[in-house]
């Protein structure tokens, strides 16, 4: 597979784990609002705002070799 097919197959994949990850961080955060103190909420989105990119790094470093 050369590297212009693979480039186009992680966007879209890239594209469709942003949308199911912020679905679900929005969702579970609005679920813990009413339970977390402001502090705690605002810790859940830093985090969440964050942690989005680890799993990212095979993809990346999939689309990019030779």
Request: glycine share 4%; charged share 10%.
């Amino acid at each position: 597979m050369n590297i212009r097919a693979r480039k186009a197959i992680g966007c879209f994949a890239l594209l469709a784990y942003l949308a199911v990850y912020a679905i679900a961080a929005a969702t579970l955060g609005a679920y813990l609002q009413p339970v977390l103190p402001f502090w705690a909420e605002l810790a859940f989105y830093v985090i969440a705002g964050i942690v989005w990119v680890i799993p990212l790094k095979p993809l990346f470093t999939w689309m990019t070799r030779p």
